[in-house]
């Protein structure tokens, strides 16, 4: 039987690769291990979703990925740069190019409108055109339902819209990595349905890799691959197995 010649060229990239990654912290005298060892690929367009006790690490674990902190030890490659490499500001531009975040609480300016809230990651990349940034922020909130509520301010946005604002924030960019840190934890159930419905509709339609740190069973079994962090190791569940 002949082989089928593998093609590297052909073959899918990870746009996430953490080997041995390791947390550790020191708590006076006491050294505290919050995860050891891990090793975990994510590929492009996926949706993975981390879950995991109050505790257990995995918001930790979250902000390693995103490269917001560094491991204590490990080796971790996100979007082809190994961030154990890099700088803080050498990190800041990776975050610029390549990832959004969504978080439980928001994290709206109040005195901006919706629209100017969406504009401001776009305010830090080197060529900020307003005209330009201001047409794309505004075709996001159209994207997430909000293109009436543009010129209105946090403080009298409903909890879901304010998240609305926040995904498409986090999507101006266009970045191929977002990360959701409990992204429906502040919201009702109904609201909290539909914030996840539009996650997974954006994720399809635009092919941005979607990392999930939640409390919620329902929402992590929605994913493509599922894990688990618990004492200090990330166990994949099988979905649907």
Known sequence: MSQIPTDPSILPQAIISAQQLTQKIQLGSQELCIFEQINLEIFAGEQVAITGRSGSGKSTLLGILATLDQASAGHLKVCGESIEQLNEEQRAVVRLKHIGFVFQSFQLLPHLTALENVMLPLRLH????????????????????????????????????????????????????????????????????????????????????????????????????????????????????
């Open 126 to 241: 080197p060529h900020f055109h307003y005209a330009a940034a201001e047409k794309k922020a505004h075709a996001l909130l159209t994207k997430v339902g909000l293109a009436r509520q543009a010129m209105q301010t946090p403080k009298v946005l409903s909890g879901g819209e304010q998240q609305r604002v926040a995904i498409a924030r986090a999507l101006v960019s266009e970045p191929a990595i977002i990360f959701a840190d409990e992204p429906t934890g502040n919201l009702d159930g109904a609201t909290a349905t539909e914030i996840e419905r539009l996650l997974f509709q954006l994720n399809r339609e635009l092919g941005t890799t979607l990392i999930l740190v939640t409390h919620d069973p329902q929402l992590a079994a929605q994913c493509q691959r599922h894990y688990e962090l618990a004492d200090g190791q990330l166990i994949e569940h099988r979905q649907g197995g």
